[in-house]
């Protein structure tokens, strides 16, 4: 049963905390990509990678990093200088990233409250 | 980056076709037009892609302009389960140090079926 799996569905934290969310994925896919969601609001990139052991920042990236260490998992640490870290976040994968047509493939998000 | 514009919302009725519009009039010749849905607190999900040719899957059929600066994607026979937020998205161009293969979500349509 092939897909992106993310872990917790909800999750709670105090302000001032790191938090580590996880993105395993078992379709084969050399990317993966973090999004960030707030309410009524489109996705936004945070990072991606586009092979293991590489990433890059996308358009929102101040205040996460992330590491790409196996090609089945993409965590994402929400560290504490990040300033409004409360949102849905949305890992994806696809096949490649190159200059054919790859769609993207979406985990069912983690939605991250921090009080 | 070519952006797209798409109106906030439609309803549409159980059973009928469902024709979401979307224009993109900036859109460079090798830039893709794909669409996603999200359902209310999942992940996107991902609909259908083209870059010239109409396009049909198990899902739905992608209508594009001769000149490439609209679409609509239509749900032949739309069904409760089909309210979603529907985007359009176009995918960005390669750049020199850019981020390759990712998607700009914008706000997208909300579409409402209704019984």
């Known amino acids: 049963d092939g897909g992106i799996t993310q872990s917790p569905k909800y999750l709670f934290r105090k302000e001032g905390q790191n938090v580590t969310l996880s993105c395993e994925q078992n379709?084969?896919?050399?990317?993966m990509y973090w999004y960030r969601q707030d309410p009524g609001q489109g996705l936004r990139l945070i990072y991606y990678?586009?092979?293991?052991?590489?990433?890059q920042k996308g358009d929102i990236a101040e205040g996460y990093s992330v590491s790409r260490e196996k090609k089945e998992s993409f965590p994402l640490t929400v560290t504490s200088a990040q300033k409004n870290p409360t949102a849905f976040y949305l890992c994806?994968?696809?096949?490649?990233?190159?200059?054919?047509?790859?769609?993207?493939?979406f985990g069912p998000g983690t939605r991250l409250t921090v009080t | 980056d070519a952006k797209t514009t798409q109106p906030p919302s439609m309803d549409c009725a159980e059973g009928r076709a469902a024709n979401l519009p979307c224009n993109h009039s900036t859109i460079s010749g090798n830039e893709y037009v794909y669409w996603y849905r999200q359902i209310h607190s999942q992940g996107p999900q991902y609909i259908i892609h083209?870059?010239?040719n109409n396009e049909t899957n198990e899902m739905a059929s992608l209508i594009i302009t001769e000149d490439r600066k609209s679409s609509t994607l239509i749900l032949p026979h739309a069904t409760l389960r089909d309210t979603a937020v529907y985007y359009c998205i176009v995918r960005v161009a390669v750049r020199r140090g850019g981020s390759q293969g990712n998607l700009i979500f914008g706000k997208g349509t909300k579409l409402s079926v209704k019984p």
């Open positions: 083209g870059l010239k």
């Open positions: 994806a994968s696809s096949i490649g990233t190159g200059s054919g047509s790859y769609e993207q493939y």
């Open positions: 990678s586009q092979i293991v052991n590489d990433f």
């Open positions: 379709l084969n896919h050399d990317a």
